[in-house]
Nanobody, 123 residues
Framework: QLQLVESGGGLVQPGGSLRLSCAAS????????IGWFRQAPGKEREGVSC????????YYADSVNGRFSISRDNAKGTVYLQMINLKPEDTAVYYCAAGGVKCSWYIEGYDYWGQGTQVTVSS
């Protein structure tokens, strides 16, 4: 069974940090571009960051640029999303997704999705 599993979410105060992890079961993340998306209550799912397979390029939404950092550890088969200086507006369920070799900001660009991990930023 092919699946992605996210972990690392939780409750953090504004200005705090979290590191999300995305691991694969049944396939290897090395062969795919990996995207992180998030969905807040009542809002559409939006792209946050992506790391390509082809050349390892990284991309960030304007809202998180400079605060989030995506990386991959192929030896561990894991992709990380390091988040610092978190804001209340970062509160959402965060999903990782795998698909293709190039990054896409569109949900349709990904074949595999995790179940999501909740990130809550609140004092």
């Amino acid at each position: 069974q092919l699946q992605l599993v996210e972990s690392g979410g939780g409750l953090v105060q504004p200005g705090g940090s979290l590191r999300l992890s995305c691991a694969a079961s049944g396939f290897t993340l090395d062969y795919y571009a990996i995207g992180w998306f998030r969905q807040a209550p009542g809002k559409e799912r939006e792209g946050v960051s992506c790391i390509s397979k082809s050349d390892g390029s990284t991309y960030y939404a304007d809202s998180v640029n400079g605060r989030f950092s995506i990386s991959r550890d192929n030896a561990k088969g894991t992709v990380y999303l390091q988040m610092i200086n978190l804001k209340p507006e970062d509160t959402a369920v965060y999903y990782c997704a795998a698909g293709g070799v190039k990054c896409s900001w569109y949900i349709e660009g990904y074949d595999y999705w995790g179940q999501g991990t909740q990130v809550t930023v609140s004092s």
